[in-house]
Protein backbone atom coordinates (compact mmCIF):
# COMPACT_ATOMS: atom_id res chain seq x y z
CA UNK A 1 0.00 0.00 0.00
CA UNK A 2 1.28 3.13 -0.81
CA UNK A 3 -0.54 6.33 0.22
CA UNK A 4 0.00 9.87 -1.02
CA UNK A 5 -0.75 13.19 0.49
CA UNK A 6 -0.06 16.30 -2.20
CA UNK A 7 0.67 19.97 -1.27
CA UNK A 8 1.62 23.50 -2.65
CA UNK A 9 -0.82 24.26 -4.70
CA UNK A 10 -2.53 27.77 -4.28
CA UNK A 11 -3.21 31.17 -6.53
CA UNK A 12 -0.73 32.63 -8.42
CA UNK A 13 -0.61 35.26 -11.46
CA UNK A 14 -0.24 34.38 -15.05
CA UNK A 15 3.71 33.96 -15.42
CA UNK A 16 4.33 32.72 -12.20
CA UNK A 17 5.50 29.63 -10.56
CA UNK A 18 4.42 26.78 -8.23
CA UNK A 19 6.14 23.47 -6.41
CA UNK A 20 4.08 21.16 -5.94
CA UNK A 21 4.64 18.23 -3.68
CA UNK A 22 3.40 14.05 -2.90
CA UNK A 23 5.12 12.94 0.41
CA UNK A 24 4.42 9.46 -0.14
CA UNK A 25 4.20 6.73 3.06
CA UNK A 26 5.40 3.11 2.23
CA UNK A 27 8.73 1.54 2.17
CA UNK A 28 8.43 0.91 -1.52
CA UNK A 29 8.17 4.45 -2.74
CA UNK A 30 11.35 3.68 -4.50
CA UNK A 31 10.05 1.05 -7.24
CA UNK A 32 7.01 2.90 -8.37
CA UNK A 33 6.82 5.35 -11.42
CA UNK A 34 5.08 8.39 -10.09
CA UNK A 35 2.73 10.57 -12.40
CA UNK A 36 1.08 13.63 -12.06
CA UNK A 37 -2.47 14.51 -13.56
CA UNK A 38 -4.83 17.12 -13.30
CA UNK A 39 -8.71 17.85 -13.72
CA UNK A 40 -10.37 21.57 -14.05
CA UNK A 41 -13.78 21.87 -13.41
CA UNK A 42 -15.98 20.33 -16.14
CA UNK A 43 -13.46 18.20 -17.41
CA UNK A 44 -11.80 14.97 -17.42
CA UNK A 45 -8.79 14.09 -15.80
CA UNK A 46 -5.99 14.48 -17.93
CA UNK A 47 -1.99 13.48 -17.66
CA UNK A 48 0.17 16.39 -16.96
CA UNK A 49 3.60 14.66 -16.84
CA UNK A 50 5.28 11.53 -15.29
CA UNK A 51 8.90 10.34 -13.78
CA UNK A 52 10.21 6.41 -13.71
CA UNK A 53 11.38 5.06 -10.39
CA UNK A 54 14.53 6.02 -10.35
CA UNK A 55 13.99 9.75 -12.08
CA UNK A 56 15.93 8.88 -14.90
CA UNK A 57 13.02 9.20 -17.27
CA UNK A 58 10.70 11.97 -17.73
CA UNK A 59 7.72 12.37 -19.75
CA UNK A 60 5.45 15.33 -19.98
CA UNK A 61 2.48 16.34 -21.99
CA UNK A 62 2.72 18.46 -25.08
CA UNK A 63 0.63 21.41 -22.88
CA UNK A 64 3.17 21.89 -20.22
CA UNK A 65 6.17 20.89 -22.11
CA UNK A 66 9.27 23.36 -21.40
CA UNK A 67 7.27 24.97 -18.36
CA UNK A 68 6.80 21.62 -15.96
CA UNK A 69 9.01 19.34 -14.85
CA UNK A 70 8.82 16.47 -12.33
CA UNK A 71 11.69 15.01 -9.55
CA UNK A 72 11.76 13.49 -7.07
CA UNK A 73 13.59 12.41 -3.97
CA UNK A 74 13.32 8.96 -3.12
CA UNK A 75 15.35 8.99 0.56
CA UNK A 76 12.22 11.42 1.69
CA UNK A 77 9.65 9.17 -0.12
CA UNK A 78 8.42 12.75 -2.46
CA UNK A 79 7.85 13.50 -5.79
CA UNK A 80 8.02 16.91 -6.88
CA UNK A 81 5.77 19.22 -9.89
CA UNK A 82 7.97 22.22 -10.40
CA UNK A 83 5.38 24.61 -12.58
CA UNK A 84 6.87 27.36 -14.09
CA UNK A 85 5.23 30.29 -16.59
CA UNK A 86 1.72 29.72 -15.13
CA UNK A 87 -1.07 30.02 -17.32
CA UNK A 88 -4.43 30.30 -16.54
CA UNK A 89 -5.51 27.29 -18.66
CA UNK A 90 -3.43 25.21 -15.70
CA UNK A 91 -5.91 25.74 -13.54
CA UNK A 92 -6.61 22.41 -11.98
CA UNK A 93 -7.09 19.91 -9.10
CA UNK A 94 -3.59 18.38 -9.32
CA UNK A 95 -2.82 14.89 -8.43
CA UNK A 96 0.10 12.47 -8.05
CA UNK A 97 -0.27 8.86 -8.58
CA UNK A 98 1.90 5.70 -8.30
CA UNK A 99 2.03 2.86 -10.21
CA UNK A 100 4.71 -0.31 -10.79
CA UNK A 101 5.57 -1.11 -14.38
CA UNK A 102 8.31 -0.64 -16.79
CA UNK A 103 6.81 1.69 -19.44
CA UNK A 104 5.46 5.63 -19.56
CA UNK A 105 2.00 5.58 -18.28
CA UNK A 106 -0.19 8.51 -19.11
CA UNK A 107 -3.60 7.29 -18.77
CA UNK A 108 -4.77 7.59 -15.34
CA UNK A 109 -6.57 3.62 -15.70
CA UNK A 110 -2.79 2.43 -15.41
CA UNK A 111 -2.32 4.04 -11.84
CA UNK A 112 -2.87 2.29 -8.54
CA UNK A 113 -2.45 4.89 -5.89
CA UNK A 114 -3.66 8.56 -6.19
CA UNK A 115 -3.68 11.03 -3.58
CA UNK A 116 -6.76 13.41 -2.44
CA UNK A 117 -5.38 16.49 -4.80
CA UNK A 118 -4.07 19.55 -4.19
CA UNK A 119 -5.79 23.19 -6.11
CA UNK A 120 -4.01 25.20 -8.73
CA UNK A 121 -5.96 28.84 -9.89
CA UNK A 122 -3.89 31.08 -12.17
CA UNK A 123 -5.50 34.59 -11.96
CA UNK A 124 -4.66 36.23 -15.60
Known amino acids: QVQLVESGGGLVQAGGSLRLSCAASGRTFSRYDMGWFRQAPGKEREFVATISWSGGRTYYANSVKGRFTPSRDNAKNTVYLQMNSLKPEDTAVYYC?????????????????WGQGTQVTVSS
Open 97 to 113: AARRGTAVATEAVFYDY
